[in-house]
């Protein structure tokens, strides 16, 4: 072992135990948290992008694709077909896993030396950040910070115990992980460059380290082949992220109040500053080098600001350990209370608590739940205007004529809603729809939703709007499917 590694602190981290789990009020934080993400669950309607997830994973489930690998679409089409139409039963995951969340934060304090106090607090943190407004919706955004914040979680505890078997579980979580996204290998190439410098050098040289590398590695491989064979379409997700880059400021702003109006920015903030100075957590502070890495790689790729998401958790336990090691006056505990009991409300204020009537997005800085409404309510008022525009055809022009969407979202929507009017499959061009399939050749004309069927108009004879600036009927196909498909795909 080298000098780095045998620092005194480190030898007294890696002998001393964790306090106890505090267990009652641990989980009680998570149930708050996962009972109102229940009871809104079933607010207004799917968003559009539940809808993309939902059309993937239940009518063209797949190893792989466009946008991302295969277990959100997997899951949310399932739970679909067992449960058509609920949407408490459709979120459900969501919510356990925001529970989840808070509660491995808690032992990620737990880890670090905190106490009761500083479980509360760490999971208090986690269950009012940004990270319970987004686990609303079904996504990879909501999913994969839980997976994130458990490799955390099982890397600190490796850290003070040095029991190999952890490393094990961390590729067996790593490799789900990427059934979700395919971002945590940046994580993990963080976390190895910062240990080949600040230590402990010796974990890139655990076998059971690239043991659970090799795990993650093979439940990869049927996603692998497919983005492989299938021209590596997740590679140009990047372009199409960093064109939708706000600006740095932005960026800035998003991260930090992402983790929360209130109490969790100031976490965030403490804590890093905690893990890079305090000598009780210098055993740790290669992985709060290693999270400020993957910021800087976010930020110089133009990445979203909500991939920081999936780093709060540790910065969020170090706030609540050094806070509640800190010989503050007696009465500290009120105040800290109070900015967490605002923080909640900030919290809840954000989710769909709102008639859908209240047409108001934000109250001051604080963004209201209302904002969900914008982007579920509208999918239903658009596939009901596609079908009612599909139903005015004249029968032998429908029977005909196909559904193209210019954009997933509308497709999504459409194909989902409109069964009631006889349509049963959407095409695009758009992003992962491309991939689904083409119109049949027995589609002469199409029913295009979109702003401009400019991408479709060379093809066919005639084009005429239906529905202003909206809908559009293309008939008299020229060149076969065939030909016309490869030139509408987009991203």
């Known amino acids: 072992m080298t000098s780095q590694e045998t620092h005194p602190v480190e030898v007294v981290a890696e002998a001393r135990g964790a306090p106890p789990f505090a267990r009652l009020p641990v989980l009680s934080v998570a149930a708050c948290l996962a009972a109102v993400l229940v009871a809104t669950s079933v607010r207004y309607a799917h968003g559009f992008d539940e809808l993309y997830f939902l059309v993937a994973g239940r009518d063209h489930l797949s190893w792989g694709y466009f946008d991302q690998p295969p277990l959100v679409p ?70 994969d910070p839980f997976f994130w914040t458990l490799v955390v979680f099982l890397l600190v505890r490796w850290t003070r115990t040095r029991r190999d078997g952890l490393l094990i ?8 992980s990427l059934e979700t996204k395919f971002l945590i290998p940046g994580l993990w190439g963080a976390v190895l460059a910062s240990a080949l410098v600040l230590g402990p050098r010796g974990l890139a040289g655990r076998p059971k380290l690239w043991l659970g590398a090799l795990i993650a590695l093979v439940a990869t491989i049927p996603a692998l082949v497919w983005q492989a064979t299938h021209g590596w379409p997740y590679t140009q997700m990047g372009s199409v992220v960093a064109a939708e880059f706000p600006g740095y400021l932005a960026f800035a702003r998003d991260g930090l109040l992402g983790a929360g109006i209130g109490i ?89 608590v709102w008639p859908s009537s209240v047409k108001a997005t934000s109250f001051g800085p604080i963004p209201l739940g209302t904002v969900f409404a914008e982007g579920e309510t509208v999918e239903q008022q658009l596939a009901d205007g596609v079908g009612q525009a599909y139903l005015s ?60 069927p400019a991408v ?4 066919f004879s005639s084009v005429t709007e239906v529905a202003p600036g909206l809908i559009w009927l293309c008939s008299g196909r020229g060149p076969s499917w065939d030909t016309i498909w490869p030139e509408v795909r987009s991203r």
């Open 74 to 143: 997997l899951l949310a089409g399932t739970l679909d077909r067992w449960f058509p139409g609920s949407l408490l039963a459709f979120r459900l995951p969501m919510a356990l896993a925001a529970a989840a969340g808070a509660v491995v934060t808690a032992l990620i304090a737990r880890e670090l030396g905190g106490g009761r106090a500083a479980q509360v607090m760490a999971a208090g943190a986690y269950a009012t950040s940004g990270l319970v407004i987004i686990s609303h919706w079904v996504g990879t955004y909501g999913l």
């Open 169 to 176: 579980w961390a590729g067996v979580v790593t490799a789900v």
């Open 264 to 352: 969790g920015a100031l976490a965030l903030v403490y804590g890093m500053w905690r893990l890079l100075r305090s000598p009780e957590l210098r055993p740790y502070r290669y992985l709060a080098v290693a999270l400020l890495l993957v910021v800087a790689v976010v930020v110089l790729t133009h990445g979203r600001a909500y991939y920081l998401m999936s780093l709060y958790a540790l910065p969020f336990a170090a706030a609540a350990t050094e806070l509640s090691r800190r010989k503050l006056v007696r009465w500290w505990k009120t105040p800290v209370g109070l900015a967490f009991a605002v923080s909640a409300v900030v919290t809840v204020a954000g989710l769909p």
């Open 393 to 452: 055809l004249r029968t032998p022009v429908r029977e005909q004529t196909a559904v193209f969407a210019g954009i997933y979202p509308f497709a999504a929507s459409v194909e989902y809603y409109g069964p009631r009017y006889g349509i049963h499959e959407v095409y695009s061009g758009h992003r992962g729809y491309w991939y689904f399939d083409r119109p049949p050749d027995s589609a002469r004309n199409v029913l295009y939703v979109g702003e401009d």
């Open 456 to 459: 479709l108009r060379r093809y």
